[in-house]
């Protein structure tokens, strides 16, 4: 289970960020990207300045859609601005202006009180699917693709548990096989910052989870983590040897030597 929270806490710390995916999705509309009694909805993306536009929001339930607006608020407030217990200088999440701004995104509610954690699962699946089937498939717009579901009805306290679960079926394989990692967040989250174990950056007002294209300065995350670091050094080769050694090269020590 540790190994499955420091994956969350990776997918949650590096990005909050999904142009050309609003596009992508809808030309596979009708598609049913996750099969199974709860797939996926492409009908059901929001980028954030959706939200304002009554005819994209209209078919939503009012407490769906204040959910949403909880949700993208926080992240322009709290996510894209600099924060004075962060550790380090810039935004909380680095890549969230970027993203942002090339439209990739996105907010998806779903409704999920009545369902069983494997329901839960399938629907996730079918996000990850539709999250890397969508175009463009490689270049800097694909890194940036995300997608945020956002649990309208869910209550912080049963959270972290759900997360969990889900987490457990689908960590593993989702970053193993498909270079995707998944992070929850919620009211409560006692996950930290990479630069001060004090701050904790992902108590969102409405509990959501993240998916987005791994990236290789994951490493800080698992660090600690020799499973995961395995994983993600089989997943980048020699390119993973490379981004150690740039941080290494900062490092006061050579200084010294110099």
Request: glycine residues 6%; charged residues 25%.
């Amino acid at each position: 289970m540790t190994l499955i929270k420091t994956l969350a806490a990776a997918a949650a710390g590096t990005v909050l960020a999904t142009s050309a995916f609003a596009q992508s999705a809808r030309e596979v509309r009708g598609a049913s990207p996750g099969g199974g009694s709860m797939p996926a909805q492409t009908t059901n993306l929001f980028l954030l300045e959706d939200l304002g536009d009554v005819s994209r929001t209209r078919k939503l339930a009012e407490s769906d859609l204040n959910a949403l607006h909880a949700v993208a608020d926080w992240t322009k407030t709290f996510v894209a601005r600099p924060h004075k217990d962060l550790g380090r200088a810039g935004p909380v999440c680095p890549f969230v202006p970027v993203a942002w701004e090339r439209k990739t995104l996105w907010l998806a509610p779903e409704r999920i009180a009545d369902r069983s954690v494997l329901d839960v699962v399938q629907l996730i699946s079918g996000y990850n699917k539709l999250l890397l089937d969508a175009q463009p498939i490689d270049g800097d717009d694909a890194t940036y693709k995300s997608i945020v579901v956002v649990f309208t009805d869910l209550s912080a306290d049963r959270a972290k548990d759900l997360f969990d679960e889900v987490l457990q079926h689908l960590a593993v394989p989702s970053y193993g096989e498909d270079g995707l990692v998944q992070g929850g967040f919620y009211e409560g989250n006692e996950g930290s910052a990479i630069y001060n174990s004090s701050f904790r950056p992902f108590t969102a007002p409405v509990p959501f989870l993240l998916m987005r294209h791994a990236v290789i300065s994951d490493w800080k995350f698992f660090l600690d983590k020799e499973d995961w670091l395995n994983l993600w050094a089989r997943r980048y080769g020699e390119s993973a040897v490379q981004a150690l050694a740039e941080e290494l090269r900062r490092l006061p020590w050579r200084a010294r030597r110099d």
